[in-house]
């Protein structure tokens, strides 16, 4: 059976200029931290990626320092700091904030006092965009690098996190991203490396992918692959509207990711529409990848003012620039049919 890979938000698929990237980098044998040839040549390739991921990102004159993760990077940036947010960051990043923020109907969060505040600015879930206030203390990046024009630069925040397998970079590779004179106290420390920042060896390999990821993707953005993208999502979403007409669509009427629609039909269950979409073919998700496998209640839907029964039955359709129209359509098509049968059972 041919499969349909609709779950972007989660990861993207490898790249080929990551993996290119990698596999170059496989052969370079020294430790960045070497001053000998092998050394000096693996500190070329971290250096490079930086530099990638710096142009990549509008980050010109701030200093990116590599991580295992995002959820690494939130903890560096977080840790101690008694920062807020709302109850629509990502878990990574309300692990370490309150959940003070208000958050109204359309998924957009009020922030009040932005130093000492942390806001994604676009939601993993939703794909709902949020105006990035002047000032910010930290913003999660991590949704929007790679699929819509950024600049950290322009953000006027001091401080983002972003991650390298969202954006067609391999798993296991993030970076937080400051503003140069911004301090950040290292949670890991022992040999000093990025900038004394975040000890440890580099991963040289997993770097130089997300570095060419980075690059491929701006690429991408600039060639308006993520537009065709846009037009594929809306599509799916005439698709199901004409004939699922209790299917609500979050955050549709505001600004969103390109690739993004969340849906939700009041009394079928997300992770029973998981399943049943799984066994026809098609990989999509119910609310965040990020949580052990659990399929719960959305609790970005519950915080937008959607009861428990609704944020239970939401599921979330990432695209990216490998999806078809046809696939699309195959989609529309099989989620229908068992949307069908669950009417007729609840009838």
């Known amino acids: 059976m041919s499969r349909s ?11 080929a200029a990551a993996r290119d ?48 993760s995002a959820t690494e990077a939130a ?36 922030v009040a006092t932005p130093d000492r ?15 990035v206030p002047d000032g910010l203390a930290l913003s999660d990046m991590t949704q929007a690098f790679g699929k819509m024009p950024v600049s950290f630069a322009w953000s006027g925040a001091a401080r983002a996190l972003v991650s390298a397998h969202k954006l067609g970079g391999p798993k296991g590779v993030g970076a937080l ?30 770097i130089a992918g997300f570095g060419a990821a980075a690059e491929a993707a701006q690429r991408e953005i600039e060639n308006g692959v993520w537009d065709r993208v846009a037009e594929l999502r809306n599509i799916l979403e005439k698709a199901i509207e004409a004939e699922a007409k209790n299917t609500i669509f979050v955050g549709k009427d505001g600004v969103r990711l390109p690739n993004t629609t969340c849906f939700a039909t009041p009394g079928w269950k997300g992770e029973t529409q998981v399943m049943q979409m799984d066994l026809a073919g098609f990989a999509i998700s119910a609310g965040s990848a990020c949580s052990s496998g659990k399929v719960r209640a959305s609790r970005v839907l519950k915080a937008m003012g959607f009861d428990d029964q609704t944020a239970a039955s939401a ?12 696939e699309v359509l195959r989609f529309a098509e099989a989620w229908l049919a068992a949307e069908k049968r669950f009417r007729a059972r609840a009838a």
Request: glycine share 12%; proline share 3%; with cysteine.
């Open 177 to 206: 991203v400051v503003r140069q004179g911004v301090e950040v106290a290292a949670r890991i420390k022992g040999g000093g490396q990025e900038m004394g920042r975040r000890s440890g060896t580099e991963n040289v390999v997993g």
């Open 21 to 68: 990237a990698m596999i170059a980098a496989m052969d370079v044998v020294g430790n960045p931290s070497s001053v000998h040839a092998e050394g000096r040549a693996a500190k070329a390739l971290v250096e490079r990626a930086r530099a990638q991921v710096s142009e990549a990102f509008g980050a010109s004159g701030a200093d990116v320092i590599f991580t295992s």
């Open 117 to 131: 505040s942390v806001l994604q600015l676009a939601n993993s879930e939703t794909g709902v965009l949020q105006e």
């Open 315 to 326: 599921v979330r359709v990432s695209l990216g620039p490998t999806t078809r129209e046809e």
């Open 75 to 110: 903890a560096l940036a977080c840790a101690d700091q008694g920062w807020t947010g709302s109850a629509v960051e990502h878990e990574a990043v309300a692990a370490w904030t309150g959940e003070d923020l208000p958050v109204n109907a359309q998924g957009k969060v009020q």
């Open 5 to 15: 890979y609709l779950d972007y938000n989660a990861t993207a698929p490898l790249s």
